[in-house]
């Protein structure tokens, strides 16, 4: 995900909104509880962006390391948190000695990676034996927007899953794809985010601003797509769906 923005938007600003908002919520508390973290643990953040929850992971005790890919997530952590280890490091070689990690965090992270096998390879080496991972990942074919042009909505998914996001379907081969890097599946739970308000599904999908990108880039007719984008606007019965999946493993 670049530094600069997030379709449209400065990168830092939404995923400090996606972090706090009712989507996150659903499911990132898990993530940390699966996590049984206890003091004197060593815990990595994969993809750690500006830091929004490295804070929790420290209140339970424990060294906490972030590690991102992008110098401004860096940079940008470090300021907020600057009792902490913050790494820049690439998720498919991760800057840590092998076996040296109890607790493993990457949300919403192997969707954008280039090799989300070779990633999780290098998260299986880091690993102490017995040691624990919480994987969360979208699965973006699963986004239904509900409105009378069932044909739009379906187009606007098959443009978010082909030219969006790099890896789309991942959630759903989140459990697949640790198994066959070594690691052990313990659980596999699916999380469905609804979105109910359009002002708070859009904080999360963008709406107008990936619906003028669909109808620049060719993939949307605008004489289908506005008109579409303004009765989601102005809907009292808005509704958006997009199922979350999180995976417990083991080393």
Known sequence: MPSQSVVGEPAIAYLDRAAASAAGRAYKPDLVAA????????????????????????????????????????????????????????????????????????????????????????????????????????????????DEDLATSRAYTRYVTQEVIRNAVMGRQLARLAHDAGLVVRSVRPTAVCFTDYTAGDEILRLPAVTGRAVADGHLAASSAMPWLGRLATSPTFLATVTVYTVIVSA
């Not at 940008?76 to 690439?90: F, Q, V």
């Not at 840590?96 to 290098?122: E, F, I, N």
């Open 35 to 146: 996590l049984a973290v206890a003091p004197g643990h060593t815990v990595v953040d994969v993809g750690c962006g500006p830091g929004a929850d490295l804070e929790s992971l420290a209140a339970l005790g424990a060294q906490v390391i972030g590690i991102d890919h992008d110098p401004a997530m860096v940079a940008e952590a470090r300021r907020r948190h600057p009792g902490l280890s913050i790494w820049l490091g690439d998720a498919h070689a991760l800057p840590l000695a092998t076996g040296s990690v109890d607790r493993l965090r990457a949300d919403r992270v192997l969707q954008h990676v280039r090799d989300p096998a070779q990633a999780l390879a290098s998260m299986r080496r880091v690993l102490r034996a017995g040691g624990v991972a919480a994987l969360a990942d979208p699965d973006w074919d699963t986004l239904a927007i509900d």
